[in-house]
């Protein structure tokens, strides 16, 4: 299954692109369990057969792929157990797909050594929670000289001017107090200011930015967002904007990419997304989405909850829960199809040529609440069952 | 819409609390009246710091030290046509009212629930210290059928809070706020760490009990937005103080204080033209060093010299319509208020009112560019850099489409700075 060409924007260069990325994660399992399967695979080879991993694993990334053109906001949109933040995680490099290549200006990223530094002096991470993210026993200088004088761009005599100027690039000002200054005299917004500032210490060209805003008081998240369209503009970098808050994304971006359980489901533009939305899952989330607006009380476009990624639901992860659930629905994966230009919903719905026995609905779907196998106790600690 | 449902239940007057004592205290309550009438909905809106959970914990007195009760008065009124003095209760009296007449959903159920008994336990725990004459079987099936009520199988009993998920474990901590039928249910933050899908969930099966049961809600949150769509009336906190109370749907149209109509520009839409939008700029005051008058002066873009020495009271402005406060000097009466906090509610006829966002574009952007860290180019939103077919998405005047107060005839309204108004094609989908 690979995404069609017509998913990657239509304006600007990726700068970085994902392809086919696929994230698993080995289960936590008991000695016990871990014992018995090293002993099956040992078994498995003394017989000459193939020997079959019994680990179970999170399917947390399935065959995404996503490009990050210049000078563009990128929106990944999803619930909690997406796989929206392992996405971040694995484009920052901070921990190697499973498959897929990760490409930085057309070339695969290295896995070590000096290669490696040099990407990370280009793609930057910045995190959801400003609280942890910065070290309370160091001042906001402190923060912003380290990447300099780790990778070499800040030397001594220049290194208080470029902190000044990066607290001006993010507008705390004076920038001589707020340098001074410690996290736990700063507020939530100020602190994520600093921590932007920070990867922007190594100018460079993709700033991945995960839930940015959304430990932050609504009064101020504008301030913030306002601040990455302002780099996208101003310095031409390329931002990947993590939010389960759709209408920010309309607000922010250009390209809004909906993930769930660990699949890119809809692509396209930004205000295409929320104005027209094509997939079954980007209508339940746009249903439940809070909108002063709305006349009537909203009806939710499906029910129940994400499904387990230990043992994802056959064919499209989304039939379980999708009110228009069809018989192929349940056992082929759909590929992405174009509905418009630069528009990629990944649904049988939009699929010509079905036969009538594809077509057939699906009666499990879209049953009652809580009914559904939990993933979260599944997530957690799968191993026990299979003591 | 407040008398909707009858009679008063809840009245709060004047109410303090502090944290701390002497100068070093932090005047987390100030002055607060609010009226919850019997079936009402009631949203509590404020940012983090703003005094909301406070309020709640003070007049249930669940406040814990540091926190103390400085002034005030809480009366309830219970369903036998009783006045209870919350505040001057004991700790006794108190034990009949909580839990059986007023009850608390806390925002994080996983420290709520006791992770080494099951749900079970727990709630026959509750059953069982307010009805003990009630049986070990009676005590099981009400739990079941509490379960069942928030759309958890009875099967789920036996659970531990470690094997539900976020949303179940929310709906666990709801039946039990539900066990003994109150009449007050006071939610703090219930969704706020829930998903979107799951968080809708709650709030449908919360206002179809609401219908069944009749139940009051004092509904604690920060998401303006939510509130709008829930609740019947909604009282907007900052830095302690209330600032504005009016029904949900004149709050939204017609805000009268600056701050609410700030909150309301901080949301951006999902339907209309992309705009850009400024927020409120500058922060939250630090609530041991208070502003000199009133409190959001220094992040007001109308601010007068009245505001900086002089705090405003709640007063009424209801006129002919709902009733409604507002604490700010510009509706005193000495000046004519600005366009986007003087619109018109009830809206006369079926003339259409614009919302007041767009009107106030001009001057949150003026504002913003003058002191906020936030400011950028009005206008330069996500135009720029965009591609044509997205430029030619995005509205470059400050226009935004507003729907009568008829309702939704699909007439809309295009507004721009200058305010001239015309008729429109409606730009929202009726999905």
Known sequence: MTQSPAALPVTGTPLLEARGVTKHFVVHQSLRARRRGRARLAAARRAGQQPQDSRQVVHALENVSISLPAAQVTAVVGESGSGKSTLARVLARLTPPTAGEVLLGGTPVPPTGKERREYARQVQLVLQDPFSSLNPVHDVAYHLSRPLKIHGTGTGATLDESVSNLLERVALTPADLFARKYPHELSGGQRQRVAIARALAVNPKVLLADEPVSMLDVSIRLGLLNLLADLREREGIAVLYITHDIASARYLADTTVVMYAGQVVESGPASDITDRPEHPYTKLLLSAAPDPERAAPPVLAARGSPPSLVSPPSGCRFHPRCPHAMAVCASTAPEPITVRPGHTSACWLHASGLTAAQSRPLTTAATGNGQHPDPVPAATDPGEETR | ?431
């Open chain 2, 1 to 431: 819409m407040t008398s909707r449902r009858g009679e008063p239940l809840l009245e709060v007057r004047g109410l303090c609390a502090d944290y701390g004592a002497g100068p070093g205290a932090v005047h987390a309550v100030r002055d607060a009246d609010l009226t919850l009438h019997r079936g009402e909905v009631l949203g509590l809106a404020g940012e983090s710091g703003s005094g909301k959970s406070t309020f709640a914990y003070a007049i249930t007195r669940l406040l814990r030290a540091p926190g103390i009760i400085t002034a005030g008065d809480v009366r309830f009124h219970t369903a036998s046509g009783q006045v209870a003095d919350l505040l001057a209760a004991n700790e006794a009296q108190l034990r009949v009212l909580r839990w059986s007449q007023i009850s608390v959903v806390l925002q994080s159920a996983m420290n709520a629930l006791n992770p080494v008994f099951t749900i079970g336990a727990q709630l026959t725990d509750v059953l069982e210290a307010h009805q003990p004459g009630m049986s070990k079987k009676a005590q099981r099936d009400r739990a079941a059928q509490l379960l069942t009520m928030v759309g958890i199988t009875a099967d789920r009993l036996g659970s531990y809070p470690h094997e539900l998920s976020g949303g179940m474990r929310q709906r666990v901590m709801i039946a039990m706020a539900l066990a003994l039928e109150p009449d007050v249910v006071i939610m703090d933050e219930p969704t706020t760490a829930l998903d979107v899908v799951t968080q809708r969930e709650i709030l449908e099966e919360l206002a179809e009990l609401r219908d069944r049961l009749g139940f009051a809600i004092l509904f604690i949150t920060h998401d303006l937005s939510l509130l709008i769509e829930i609740a019947d009336s909604i009282a907007v906190m900052y830095a302690g103080r209330l600032v504005e109370r009016a029904t949900a749907a004149a709050l939204f149209r017609a805000p009268r204080h600056p701050y609410s109509l700030g909150l309301l520009s901080s949301f951006p839409p999902l339907h209309g033209p992309r705009q850009h939008l400024t927020g409120i700029p500058g922060s939250p005051p630090d609530l041991r060093d208070l502003p000199q008058g009133c409190v959001f002066h220094p992040r007001c873009p109308y601010v007068m010299d009245r505001c900086r020495t002089d705090s405003p009271p709640l007063a009424d402005l209801s006129g002919n319509g709902p009733p409604r406060q507002a604490a700010c000097w510009l509706h005193d009466g000495q000046q004519e208020p600005p366009a986007p906090l003087a619109l018109p509610w009830p809206a006369i006829g079926t003339a259409a009112v614009a919302a007041p966002m767009a009107a106030a574009g001009s001057a949150w952007t003026a504002a913003a560019q003058g002191t906020g860290p936030a400011a950028g180019p009005a206008g330069a939103g996500p135009a720029a850099g965009a591609g044509p077919a997205e430029a030619a998405a995005v509205a470059s005047h400050t226009a935004v489409a507003s729907h009568t107060e008829a309702g939704h005839t699909g007439e809309t309204t295009h507004t721009d700075k200058n305010g001239q108004a015309g008729a429109a094609p409606s730009l929202r989908s009726t999905s």
